[in-house]
């Protein structure tokens, strides 16, 4: 399996042959590391350059006029930071780094160019923010009707299979370092609530979040209570190899 996230996350929407994965690594030459916290954009922000994850977490937010976070996005190893989002004159959101993280940027004129490049990286691209649009309509159906602890264990089946695919979870586990500040404010519940719902989670033996790893003792179950249906995910059409 190829190290490059980038290769390994667009490998599952196209198959890419040799030129176009050369292309994509050629693409990831500029790559900074940078600790947690450290914001990538800033809403007002020009939308120049391109960032893309290669390590860690990410997570795209917006700041409230009272000063209260939503968190939008959480954003993976080979997660673009909005690839269209350079055709607009200012980022509307922030999106900072949750965890030490390693970052390829990729100017707007370069990203313009691999997006037109070949028919399968330009269907990979595509594909990609699909995904992203599904990822964001079925967060907007959890916050407007699902009940905190559907919201809760959809959330942890949604992150874990988003790191199978990219070839990150083995064994019904994976690494989870969000705390559970961070997952009240992607779930518009408080951190309390979080923790009792996290607790009643491990009671009934379904799943457990600790020490920034997610453990799922009974994926059945913890799917039943999520109504949890991964369609929208898009599976990866082949492991990349």
Same mark, same amino acid.
């Given at each position: ?14 198959? &890419?042959?040799? =030129? $176009?994965?050369?292309? !994509?690594?050629? *693409?990831?030459? %500029? ?74 940027? &990729?100017?707007? =004129? $370069?990203?313009?160019? !691999?997006?037109? *490049?070949?028919? %399968? ?78 607790? $009643? ?41």
């Amino acid at each position: 399996m190829t190290s490059n996230a980038l290769i390994r996350h667009l490998s599952g929407y196209s198959d &890419l042959g040799n =030129a $176009e994965t050369t292309l !994509l690594a050629a *693409a990831c030459k %500029n790559v900074r590391e940078f600790p947690a916290g450290h914001h990538l954009i800033r809403e007002g922000d020009d939308p120049d350059p391109v960032f893309v994850i290669l390590d860690g977490w990410a997570c795209g937010y917006k700041i409230l006029p009272d000063g209260g976070r939503q968190i939008i996005s959480f954003l993976l190893p080979g997660d673009f930071c909005d690839i269209h989002i350079a055709i607009l004159q200012a980022i509307d959101h922030s999106i900072m780094t949750l965890t030490k993280a390693s970052v390829a940027s &990729l100017p707007r =004129a $370069e990203m313009e160019v !691999l997006i037109q *490049a070949m028919p %399968n990286l330009t269907q990979a691209f595509w594909w990609s923010q699909l995904v992203d649009q599904s990822i964001l309509r079925s967060w907007i159906a959890s916050m407007g009707r699902r009940k905190s602890v559907e919201r809760v264990a959809h959330l942890m089946c949604e992150l874990y299979i988003r790191m199978r695919n990219i070839g990150l979870a083995s064994d019904d586990e994976c690494k989870m370092p969000l705390t559970q500040l961070v997952l009240a404010d992607a779930l518009g519940l408080t951190p309390v609530h979080v923790n009792r719902v996290l607790r $009643e989670l491990k009671r009934a033996e379904v799943m457990e979040l600790s020490q920034g790893s997610l453990k799922i003792i009974n994926s059945s179950k913890l799917a039943e209570i999520a109504g949890f249906d991964g369609n929208y995910l898009h599976e990866r059409i082949r492991p990349y190899g």
